[in-house]
C-alpha cells in the first residue's frame, strides 16, 4: 500500500506550464522552427485528445441530453456583410498604446486605468482643476476609461502626468477583426473588400436561424450549438493558451420569446456553472459568476464564468453567457432584406426571436483542467521498512473520463512472449478505450510517465500472465494493484 505524505498544485506560473505541457506533448509554441509565432499554439497528441474529450462532454451536456437543441457546424468565412451587421467592423476595436523602447502593446484603457487606480482620490481631484471638460473629470474621478476614444485617454495621460509619457505613441484605435482577401485580388485590403475569419462561432448561427428552423421543424424555445476555430487580432498576447490570436470556441444560442428570457437565463447560469462542477471536475470555490458592469455592443445583460488561475494570478473568465436580445437577428435581417421573424402559433404572435448565448473558451478550459488536477506528490511504500525513502510523483489527477489516454498497456519486460500477449490485450481493449503501448524503461518509470499525462489505468503482464492468464491493473490515484484474470479486464476498467 502507497500513502501519500504530501501532495500540492505543481503549476504556479505560466513558465511552468508552458514548460509541462511542452515537455509532456500537450502543447506546442506554433513554428517554432522560424522562432516562433505569436500568441498562436499547436496541440500534441494528450492536447487533442484532452481538448476533443472536453469538447464531447460540452456537446453531451448541452445538445445530446437535451430535446430542444441542434447541433451546426458552420463554416469560418462568411459573406463579409456578416461582420457590418452584427456591428464587429464598427465596434469590435480595443484602443492600443505602444511604448518606443521597448516595442511593448498595451490596450491604453488598461494601462492608464492601472495607472490612476494608484492615485489617491485628492490626487485625482486635483487633476480635474487641470481641465473645463466634465466628461474627462468623470473618467479621471471613475478611473474607468473604457467606453472612451483615444483622444479622450491621451488627454487623461496628459493631465495625470502618465509616467514616460513621451515614450509612448498616442492611442489608437486597433480593430481585433482579422482581415484577409479571398480569390484573385491584390493591393492593400480596406473594409470595403476585406473578408474577415470569424471573430466569434455564433455569427454562423445567425444566418443558418431560418434553415434549421424550417429542416429540423422547431419550436421556440429551441438552441443551435456549435464548436470551432474564431480569430481575434488580440493586443496582448502574453498569458500562454489564455489569450491566442486563434483559438476554440464552444457556442450555445437559445432562441426564445423576450418574456421567457430572465427565467432562462438563470436556468443556463446554473446548468453552465453545474457543468464545471460535475462534469469537469472543478473545485466549486475555484470558481464564480461575475456580472458585467461593462456590456458588449450586442448585450443587454451578461456574466462570465470565472476560474481562479493560480498562473495568471486570480479569477478570469472562462465563459460568457448574454442576453443579445434581438440584435443580431435584426442587424442580419436589415442588411440582408431577409426576414427572420418567427410566428409563434401558441401565443399568436410574430416576433424576431430574442437570444441568449453561452460562449465558452475551449483552449481555456484546457489550461484550467491542467492548473486544477496537476499534483506534485511525496508518497511512501507502507509495506515496505519503515525507512523506506520518500518517492515522489507529479499526477494529473483529471476526471478518468477526460483523461487523454484511457488505458496504458504494458509488459514486465521486452520478451517477445510477453510482448507479443500484451499487444494481444491491447487490440481487445482498442474497441472501447483510448490506450496506449509502452516497453521503455522500468516499471517504475513508466508508472511515473502515465501519471503524469493522467492516465488512469495501467495494466502491467507479466511472466505469471502467460501461464494464468490474469494481469494487474494499477489504479492511478492511490497507486492500488489488482490481479485480474484477462477476461473481465473491462469490468474493472471505471469511468465516471
Ligand atoms: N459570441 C460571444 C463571444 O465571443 P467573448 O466573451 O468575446 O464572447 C467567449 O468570448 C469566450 O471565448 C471567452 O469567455 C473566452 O473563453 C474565449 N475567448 C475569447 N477570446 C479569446 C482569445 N483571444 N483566446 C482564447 N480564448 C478566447
Same mark, same amino acid.
Given at each position: ?16 506550464l ?11 509554441p506554433?513554428s ?18 484532452? %481538448? ?12 445530446? =441530453?437535451?430535446n430542444?437543441?441542434? &447541433?451546426?457546424?458552420?463554416?469560418? #468565412? ?21 511604448? !518606443?523602447k ?6 491604453a484603457?488598461?494601462?492608464v486605468?492601472?495607472w ?8 485625482l ?8 471638460k !466634465?466628461?474627462?473629470?468623470e473618467?479621471?474621478?471613475k478611473?474607468?476609461?473604457? %467606453? ?9 495621460? !496628459? ?5 514616460? &509619457? ?22 492593400t485590403i ?9 471573430a466569434e ?7 443558418? #436561424?431560418?434553415?434549421?428552423l ?25 498569458? #500562454? ?23 432562462? #437565463? ?12 460535475n ?11 461575475? %456580472? ?10 451578461a456574466f462570465?464564468?470565472e ?13 460568457g ?14 442588411? =440582408?432584406g431577409?426576414?427572420m ?7 399568436n404572435e ?5 437570444v441568449?448565448?453561452? =460562449?465558452? $473558451? ?5 489550461m484550467?483542467?491542467?492548473e486544477?488536477?496537476?499534483?506534485e506528490?511525496?508518497f ?19 476526471? %478518468? ?16 512472449? &510477453?510482448?507479443h ?31 503524469e499525462i $493522467? ?19 494499477r ?17 474493472y476498467?471505471?469511468?465516471?
Amino acid at each position: 500500500m502507497f500513502k501519500i505524505v504530501n501532495s500540492r498544485k505543481y503549476i504556479s506560473d505560466l513558465e511552468v506550464l508552458r514548460a509541462w505541457t511542452k515537455e509532456n506533448g500537450f502543447i506546442y509554441p506554433s513554428s517554432e522552427i522560424y522562432g516562433g509565432f505569436s500568441a498562436v499554439y499547436d496541440y500534441g497528441h494528450l492536447g487533442y485528445l484532452l %481538448k476533443e474529450n472536453i469538447k464531447r462532454n460540452w456537446e453531451k451536456s448541452v445538445v445530446h =441530453s437535451r430535446n430542444d437543441m441542434v &447541433l451546426l457546424d458552420s463554416a469560418i #468565412f462568411m459573406h463579409p456583410k456578416t461582420w457590418h451587421a452584427s456591428g464587429h467592423v464598427s465596434n469590435f476595436s480595443d484602443i492600443l498604446i505602444e511604448n !518606443k523602447k521597448t516595442n511593448i502593446r498595451y490596450r491604453a484603457d488598461h494601462v492608464v486605468e492601472d495607472w490612476l487606480s494608484k492615485k489617491t482620490d485628492q490626487e485625482l481631484e486635483y487633476f480635474c482643476t487641470k481641465t473645463a471638460k !466634465k466628461n474627462i473629470q468623470e473618467m479621471i474621478k471613475k478611473r474607468d476609461l473604457d %467606453k472612451s476614444t483615444p483622444e479622450e485617454i491621451y488627454e487623461v495621460m !496628459k493631465i495625470t502626468d502618465f509616467p514616460d &509619457l513621451e515614450n509612448f505613441t498616442k492611442p489608437r484605435t486597433f480593430s481585433l477583426m482579422i482581415k484577409t482577401n479571398l480569390g484573385i485580388t491584390d493591393g492593400t485590403i480596406d473594409n470595403d473588400n476585406a473578408v474577415f475569419p470569424r471573430a466569434e462561432t455564433c455569427q454562423g448561427i445567425y444566418l443558418n #436561424f431560418k434553415n434549421v428552423l424550417q429542416t429540423y421543424r422547431l419550436k421556440i424555445p429551441f438552441g443551435i450549438a456549435q464548436t470551432g476555430k474564431a480569430f481575434r487580432n488580440e493586443i496582448i498576447a502574453r498569458q #500562454f493558451i489564455f489569450r491566442t490570436r486563434e483559438f476554440e470556441q464552444m457556442e450555445m444560442q437559445y432562441f426564445l420569446h423576450p418574456n421567457d428570457m430572465n427565467s432562462k #437565463f438563470e436556468e443556463w447560469k446554473n446548468l453552465r456553472l453545474d457543468w464545471y462542477v460535475n462534469e469537469l471536475g472543478i473545485s466549486p470555490s475555484n470558481l464564480r459568476l461575475k %456580472k458585467h458592469e461593462k456590456l458588449a455592443h450586442y448585450a443587454s445583460q451578461a456574466f462570465d464564468i470565472e476560474y481562479k488561475f493560480e498562473s495568471l494570478s486570480g479569477y478570469k473568465e472562462l465563459e460568457g453567457i448574454h442576453a443579445r436580445g434581438d440584435w443580431d437577428l435584426s442587424s442580419h435581417s436589415k442588411m =440582408s432584406g431577409e426576414n427572420m421573424e418567427y410566428y409563434d402559433q401558441q401565443r399568436n404572435e410574430k416576433y424576431i426571436p430574442h437570444v441568449l448565448e453561452t =460562449s465558452v $473558451g475551449l483552449n481555456r478550459c484546457v489550461m484550467m483542467l491542467i492548473e486544477e488536477n496537476l499534483y506534485e506528490e511525496e508518497f511512501i511504500n507502507n509495506e515496505k521498512d519503515k525507512n523506506t525513502a520518500i518517492d515522489k510523483r507529479i499526477v494529473l489527477k483529471i476526471k %478518468k473520463n477526460l483523461a487523454p489516454i484511457q488505458v496504458a498497456i504494458l509488459p514486465l519486460s521486452k520478451k517477445p512472449e &510477453l510482448i507479443h500477449k500484451t499487444l494481444e490485450i491491447q487490440q481487445q481493449l482498442r474497441n472501447r478505450f483510448i490506450t496506449s503501448y509502452d516497453e521503455t524503461g522500468s516499471i517504475g518509470k513508466r508508472y511515473r510517465r502515465q501519471d503524469e499525462i $493522467g492516465t488512469p489505468y495501467c495494466v502491467t503482464v507479466d511472466f505469471d500472465s502467460l501461464e494464468d492468464n490474469c494481469i494487474t491493473i494499477r489504479n492511478r490515484d492511490d497507486m492500488t494493484q489488482i490481479r485480474v484474470p484477462i477476461s473481465e479486464i473491462q469490468s474493472y476498467l471505471m469511468f465516471d
